[in-house]
Each structure stands twice: as structure tokens, then as C-alpha cells.
């Protein structure tokens, strides 16, 4: 499929010149405290594209501090205005479609069309929580002995720290922006540092527009720890809401109990993904394809262990293989491309060594299975048949494009098999048979179920995980729960 997108060289440096590379701090750009800076690099070239400002702790505190203040107000604001911001900002992001997909897929490395599906999903939670934000209902109760009145209402949060990852540089923090707004709260972002140009880009955006000055700030650092830690335990923040690796989350969680904040935690996964002799194989192909290189495999809902019957293994890894193997992998700017680069080296050596163990561990490649050698990060979509379930890919994040197959032989088997992880995001499952459907479906320990679909991430879900992917939920109406308190008020009659 071509790329709709110009990404001629000279637009590609005009778009990365015009995004702001300074602190957004109180409605305003700045540098970081002594003038900081560090590169942000095109993982295809592994070249740097430019610098942005490096915070301090001390620019984080500013930055904190402008939240608080504008706290209070903003949580008065009515929510008809908060909802037009959000539908403001919903607009822009699609009138300016073309640049934040360039943008992106240059500090990112994803393909131009996927840059630009991941806007549109961005652009998605403002539309969807600008009809939240309207929305925010409470209660009026009598007491069961009579009497006295129970009237609950619901109410912002308190200052918000929101931390985001490289892999969807945009969505996931529009997916935390969008319900802190409807809800009348005010944040911190701090974006990953290898992708801090799509959130400065948005800054400038909810700033166009008119989200106040102090509601939304973004800082992005090197010294992730060193800025957040003293923010998590100031007192100031009411709530932090995390997206990224399962270890970091944990450590975050600790640090968030001294001040006892409320948190939302989007970890990291390990998806099953079941495909049962019963199947429509074309389907199941399909749907795992999207599963696993949605995002070059760098994503939380990537599948990251096919479990496919025996009865149609060899039918299925044929089919497969055979899609992969004709997949464009290229810079994301390049017409055509559908697999872009990997975010950096250490992920695609990371990527090799678990290709290299499972090999090593019995596993036989179909397609792929050597990095691309050359500029950028490459590593082609890979295809394992015969992997054993000990192989260190069916324990850990793969993160990258390779489909690692295992077969089964029954129902009960495969269920303990997907579920004998300590991940639980999303599971995948392919069958034909309705009662199996619902019956693997409730049996898989995770928060969410992809049947027959190798997709589920949608704005208007409860997206989140169970056992150590995470806490909360993000998206659907119980996004905006995340950022609201209920208060009770007893009223004597
Ligand atoms: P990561 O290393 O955990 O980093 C995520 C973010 O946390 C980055 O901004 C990072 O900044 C920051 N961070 C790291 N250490 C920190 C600390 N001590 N204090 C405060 N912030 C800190 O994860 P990643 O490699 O960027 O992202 C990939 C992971 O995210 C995968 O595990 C993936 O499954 C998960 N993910 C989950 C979801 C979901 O919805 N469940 C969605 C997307 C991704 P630095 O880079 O500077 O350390």
C-alpha cells in the first residue's frame, strides 16, 4: 500500500524544525534550568533529527507546581468548556494528520500509515472523553432507615503525573490527557526520551486549543527517576498514571505509597494467542498478523506466544510465514513500507539473542530470523515453528517482529499453558465453535480477550490488564473513573 504522505527530506526536516523543542511549563516554552539539551535519533538511520530540552529536577517541581495551581480553578471549569477543549484539540490533530504522522514515524520509526492510524486512535480518547466529560453523574439516596439523605458526588482527582512510552508516542498519552481533562485535572507529562516530539507537538496543540495555562505540562528528561521520584513523593501529585514496563511499575508503585497516591498502571504482556482446528484459517492468518506486527511487534498487546492445534499447524505456519515473508521492511518514510525499524539497538539485539535461544532450544526458522545488517534498526518478521514452551520468548516481552509457533493437542492443555504466565493483558483466540469460545474466553487470565480479531485496543473499551500487566483501566466510560474521587455528603433531614 503507498504511503499518502510527502516525506520528501525537506519536509521531513521542515516538520521536525517546527516542532517546539523547549519544556512546556504554565502555558509556556522554556529551556531546561542551565540550558540542557539531549538528542532525539531516526532509528532507521540511527542519526540524530534534532535536540529537545532536558529537565532538571528542579524544572520537573516547576512544572508540578504549575499543576497545582492551576488545579482548582480548572476543576471548576464547566464541563461543556472542558469537553470543547478536548473536541478542539480532536480537530487539530486530524487537520494537522499528515505532519504529527511524519513527526512520528521519524522519532519512532513506525510506517507512515501506521503513524497516522495511531493519530486517529489518539485524536479518538478527546473525542470520546469530551462526551465523558458531560457525563459525570453522582446520586441522590435516602438512607434505608429513613431520614437521612446520602448525596454523592464525583469529583477531580488532584494533580496528575503522567508517564509514557516510546512505542505509541501519542496515544498513550492522549489516552490519559483526554480523561484528566474531562475530569477536571491537571498533570505533568513526562514523555520517553526517545520520543518526546509527538508530546511537545500535542502540547502546542492543547495550547491552540485552549486548555489554561498550568493544566497540561510536559517535560521530558533523561533522568527519568531523578525528575519523577521527588514529584511522586512530594505531596503535591494526587495520582500517577503509568504506561510501560512491568519492572519500572512495580518500583513506581512502591514510591507512590509513601503519599499514598491513586494509581493507574498499563504494564507490560505476554498475549496467548490460541488458534483452535476449528478456525477459519484465512481469518486466523490475518488476525495474526495484525497481533503480532501491529507496531513492528512493539507493542504491550503483541502476541507474544502462538499456540496453534496440531491438527492445522503445518496448514497455518505455511500461511503464515508465506504473509510475512512478504512484508515491505524499509524506513517508515518509504512508499510501500510496512515494517519499519526497531526503536534502537539494544532492541534489536535483544531481539536477536531470543531467536538465537530459541533456536538453540530445538525451534526451526520459516522466515527471518537475522538481523538486517546496514544503517537503522532493522530486524525482518520472523517465523519459528516448533518452539518449546521453555524457549525464553514464551516467558518474556519479545517486543519485536517474530512469531514464535507452539503446538497443542487440547482445550484444558492450552489454557494452563497461556495462562502460566505473570502477565495478564490480552489473549487472542480462534475458533469457530461458540461455546469454546465463551468457555476459553472466561477461562484466560487476562483483562482482555481478542476472539476471532487480532486487534482489541479501541478509545471506547476498557483497555487494561490483570495480575502484573497493570491496574485500572484506560478508555470506555470507566477511563474517566481513573481521575475522579467519589464524596459522599450525609444529610441529616
Ligand atoms: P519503560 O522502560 O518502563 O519506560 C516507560 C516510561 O517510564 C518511559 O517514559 C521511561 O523513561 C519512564 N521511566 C523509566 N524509569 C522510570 C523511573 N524510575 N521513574 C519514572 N519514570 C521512569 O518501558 P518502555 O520500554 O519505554 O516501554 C515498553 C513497555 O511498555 C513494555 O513493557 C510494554 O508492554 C509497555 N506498554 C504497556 C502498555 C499498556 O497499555 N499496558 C502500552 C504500551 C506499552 P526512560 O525511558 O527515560 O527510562
Redo the contacts with the bound molecule.
Sequence with gaps: MPNLIDAAPARQEAVVAACPKQLYIDGAWSDAEGGTIFPVTDPATGQPLCEVADASPADGFRALTAAAGAQAAFAQTPPRERADMLTAAFHLLHERIDDLALLMTLEMGKPLAEARGEITYAAEFFRHFAAEAVRIDGGYQTAPAGGARFLVARQAVGPCLL??????PMA?GTRKIGPAIAAGCTSVV?????TPLSMLALAGILAEAGVPAGVVNVVA??D??GV??PLIRSGLARKLS????????R??LEQCAEKVLRTSM????NAPFIVFGDADLDEAVSGALAAKMRNMGE??TAANRIYVHESVMDAFAGRLAEAMSQLVVGPGTGTGVQVGPLIDAAARDKVTALVTDAVEAGATVLTGGQPSGGDGYFFPPTVLAGVPRTARLAEV?I?GPVAPLIPFSDESEVIAAANDTDYG?VSYVFTNDLRRALRVAESLETGMVGLNQGVVSNPAAP???IKQ??LGR?GGAAGIDEFLETKYVGIAL
Design positions: 508517564i509514557t512510552p516510546w512505542n505509541f498513550m513526562k514523555p520517553a526520551p526517545q528528561t533523561t527519568a527517576g519523577m521520584e503509568f504506561t510501560g514496563s512491568t519492572q519500572v511499575g518500583m513506581l498499563e504494564l507490560g504482556g507493542a504491550c516481552e517486543f493483558l483497555f487494561g490488564g500487566s497493570g484506560e
